[in-house]
């Protein structure tokens, strides 16, 4: 994990706890759907050129009579006679490009999430890098393992019930083989099956996965830098292997049954989901080259077995990281991206409720994110109000009783058990007990689960992508005048100073007060702006409540100066 998220951990947990403590002590959508076909010139040209107009796009409506592909030889000559075809599929929300050579997709482009990747045309995201494939394509039969792009297929596309078929027909090894991706146009998903008529007991195809992604974002480093391979066992455990954590030609793999494989980067990710009843009996993982440091390729490779009857099948799921749009896909994809590292079962459930409660709150309201984060800011406050009210309250109480309590251990300092007695009725006088002090920090603790969700919730929620809010271009981003973090840090010196004010000396909480903010603003500087937005929110709505206890306080006679239990009080002495 980040060395920064450890630092964020602390400091937040102070943000939380230490202070009270010392203190009280619309994207575009396309109206087409169906099957485009492309004249392709040149089969390496990329899809950037397609979407821009360089080709010619024929759209045919859905209710068409079944289309056929009009495609053309491309320049890059496959290691057969026939040259590769490529056709082209466009949906609502994206486009694709197959090719006949090893019958795969060789690109994924999606309409509604553009692409900001510096020097690129400020068209759709792309997913693969240029000369990429969404897999490449192997039959192991028997003992021969067959490559498919050494094999002369032929495409056509028709139309299915759930919508455009893509299917390449051939000869392998003597035996007929067909492979075919049916499109789901509103789900953003490939369903692809595949038949070797008489394949051999064994048989079985291997996937080879893309070995890395294509940036979209502004900042590409922080971009690689999420890269990862997750995939999730028939067990059901998830596990995610990120490429900086794989040495350089070092392999990993793994033999029990595995549901799905999936390779992200920040925001976007392709997964290879199996069928319930077939799924992958292999998952090998291997370093690739670095440059310098940064770890920005990997390869992966997946077995699938043929059932008896010569069939595979599994899908292609190839877009953002979306959490509705994902857990309506089911087998826990939305879980795809692990929150919390170890802290892993703490943080990945408070994720999920956060995620669920903006959406709500988004769906209700139908408000800016960034309005939908100042909301969700106040109702924590209000809901913890009165934990926290209690809390406070405990802290005034302890104050009150110090004097005594502190009377009583002088009193019986040579006596343990005595001392124990004396102050346990103390507590049971006023209603408390020795945990009273850490029951009232604990409303303290309850906000720190949600803030560290949330620390990771910015970090991949493509929701909050390009969402602008008053003078953010992006919350998703850095503040670029540096405005929340600064508001964040006032809004917190704001609450201290409040929370001080008619409260006994206390010398390491009016150093805090002036250290903390400084610190966390420095910190926070570079973190998401909505982050930030949410954290002052969290300050300014807890200002009214200090300033509450501040005038309580205020209302408190001072603390006991007169004869305790027969003994003068430490402040109490006899003037000679």
């Not at 495609?71 to 486009?95: D, F, G, K, N």
């Not at 969700?376 to 005034?396: C, D, E, H, K, Y």
Request: proline content about 9%; charged content about 15%; aromatic content about 8%.
């Amino acid at each position: 994990m980040d060395k920064r998220f450890f630092l964020a951990l602390l400091l937040t947990a102070i943000v939380i706890i230490a202070p009270p403590f010392f203190l009280q002590r619309g994207a575009v959508q396309r109206a087409t759907s169906g099957v485009d076909t492309t004249r392709t010139r040149n089969g390496a040209d990329s899809a950037n050129k397609q979407a821009t107009g360089s080709s010619t796009v024929v759209a045919i409506p859905s209710p068409a009579p079944t289309p056929k592909a009009v495609t053309e030889p491309s320049q890059s000559t496959p290691r057969t006679q026939a040259p590769a075809e490529t056709t082209t599929v466009t949906t609502r929300l994206a486009r694709y490009r197959f090719t006949s050579q090893g019958a795969v997709p060789i690109s994924v482009a999606l309409d509604s999430y553009p692409s900001w990747r510096p020097g690129a045309a400020k068209g759709m995201s792309q997913l693969l890098p240029a000369k990429t494939a969404l897999a490449h394509l192997r039959l192991a039969l028997g003992a021969d393992t067959i490559a498919l792009d050494t094999v002369s297929l032929r495409g056509e596309t028709t139309s299915g019930t759930t919508g455009p078929v893509v299917t390449y027909t051939g000869t392998v090894a003597g035996r007929p083989i067909t492979l075919s991706y049916s499109v789901v146009a509103d789900s953003i998903l490939l369903r692809v099956a595949a038949n070797v008529a008489g394949a051999p007991p064994g048989s079985a195809l291997l996937l080879a996965l893309p070995r890395t992604l294509l940036s979209n974002e502004p900042d590409t480093l922080d971009d690689i830098r999420h890269l990862a391979v997750s995939y999730r066992l028939k067990s059901g455990d998830i596990e995610s292997v990120a490429f900086s954590k794989l040495d350089s030609a070092e392999i990993r793999s793994e033999a029990r049954p595995t549901d799905w494989v999936a390779m992200r980067n920040k925001y976007f990710l392709v997964a290879y989901r199996a069928v319930p009843k077939a799924p992958f009996s292999g998952v090998v993982l291997q370093g690739g080259p670095r440059s310098g440091k940064v770890a920005n390729a990997i390869s992966t490779n997946v077995v699938l077995p043929f059932t008896p009857d010569g069939r595979a099948a599994f899908d292609i799921y190839a877009g953002p990281q979306d959490f509705e749009r994902l857990q309506k896909l089911g087998s826990d994809l939305d879980q795809v991206n692990p929150y919390g590292g170890f802290l892993r079962g703490l943080v990945q459930p408070f994720a999920a409720i956060v995620m669920r409660v903006l959406l709500w709150i988004k769906h209700t309201t139908h408000l800016n994110y960034g309005w939908v984060l100042v909301l969700f800011g106040v109702i924590i406050r209000l809901v913890l109000w009165p934990l926290n009210q209690g809390a406070m309250r405990t802290s005034l109480k302890m104050q009150r009783l110090q004097p005594e309590l502190q009377a009583l251990q002088k009193k019986h300092s040579d006596d343990p058990r005595k001392q124990q007695e004396a102050i346990m009725k103390v507590y049971k006088e006023h209603g408390m007990s020795p945990l009273s002090p850490l029951m009232g920090c604990l409303p303290m603790l309850l906000p720190m689960p949600v803030l560290f969700a949330l620390y990771f919730v910015f970090q991949n929620t493509i929701e909050f992508r390009g969402v602008p809010f008053l003078w953010l271009p992006d919350i998703s981003l850095r503040d670029p005048y540096f405005i929340t973090p600064i508001l964040m840090g006032l809004s917190m010196f704001l609450m201290s100073w409040i929370g001080m004010r008619n409260s006994p000396p206390n010398p390491q909480a009016k150093m805090m007060m002036f250290m903390m903010p400084v610190m966390l603003t420095v910190l926070f500087f570079n973190f998401a702006s909505g982050l930030n937005l949410y954290y002052a929110v969290q300050n300014i709505a807890a200002i009214p409540q200090q300033w509450l206890l501040a005038r309580e306080r205020a209302k408190e006679p001072a603390p006991a100066t007169a004869v305790i239990r027969g003994m003068p009080a430490p402040a109490q002495k006899r003037r000679s």
